[in-house]
């Protein structure tokens, strides 16, 4: 059973306040990524870690930001959402060998 | 540029009946590609990988290099089978990191 867990999975909130989307695994994986998925549409790579204090962006521009303090923790922090960044945000990790994600739940995100 | 095809947005068989989930991909280096898969209500789970060779509920997908493709087969389709299916490949050449890009998704619906 894959321990990978996000919170919020909904979250509404007006154009320019601030939110953090967080993710957490049990797991010890070494290994985290951001995806970002619209509706009926392809997931999107935002943002990546391969250990602590290691980020990088991903393939799609994305104004927000990571961090990687602690293994276990990946969160995901716009600093003034707009409503282009209503979609849902996916946070997955891997062990350092595997090519196997365990996914969370996911965090849908309204900007209105 | 897409890395990633997946040509069928939906596909609908009937139970007891073949069938096939395309995906194609266009990668200079080797490719290790990947099927996942999302049932309803469920987290997206790894379904498959190439490099494994293996069966995974009765779903098999050889690599083509060739076509570049990477098709999902099942002989005999079975109502649980419906679930939203995603063609992954890997960014980073098969090493020890890990950055997988997806496919659009197909979404199987087994009618009985």
């Known amino acids: 059973e894959a321990d990978i867990y996000q919170t919020p999975r909904y979250l509404v909130i007006g154009t320019g306040k601030k939110i953090t989307l967080e993710c957490s695994q049990t797991?010890?994986?070494?290994?985290m990524y951001w995806y970002q998925q619209d509706p009926g549409m392809e997931l999107h790579l935002i943002h990546y870690?391969?250990?602590?204090?290691?980020?990088e962006k991903g393939d799609l521009s994305s104004e927000s930001t990571v961090s990687r303090i602690r293994t276990e923790h990946f969160p995901l922090t716009l600093e003034s959402a707009r409503p282009s960044h209503t979609s849902q945000y996916l946070c997955?990790?891997?062990?350092?060998?595997?090519?196997?994600?365990?996914f969370g739940e996911g965090s849908r995100l309204t900007v209105l | 540029a897409q890395r990633v095809t997946q040509p069928e947005k939906l596909l609908s068989v009937f139970k007891g009946a073949p069938v096939e989930l395309k995906c194609n991909y266009s990668?200079?280096?080797?490719?290790?590609l990947f099927w996942y898969v999302q049932y309803s209500r469920q987290r997206l789970q790894l379904l498959l990988r190439?490099?494994s060779r293996e069966s995974i509920k009765g779903f098999t997908a050889d690599l083509n290099k060739g076509e570049t493709s990477f098709h999902l087969k099942k002989p005999f389709a079975q109502e649980e089978d419906s679930a939203m299916y995603y063609c992954?490949?890997?960014?980073?050449?098969?090493?020890?990191?890990?950055?997988?890009?997806f496919g659009k998704g197909t979404l199987l619906t087994v009618n009985p």
């Open positions: 997955a990790s891997s062990e350092w060998t595997a090519g196997e994600l365990f």
């Open positions: 797991m010890g994986h070494d290994k």
């Open positions: 870690s391969y250990g602590v204090n290691s980020t």
């Open positions: 990668y200079s280096g080797s490719p290790e």
């Open positions: 190439h490099i």
């Open positions: 992954a490949l890997d960014l980073e050449g098969g090493g020890s990191n890990y950055k997988l890009t």
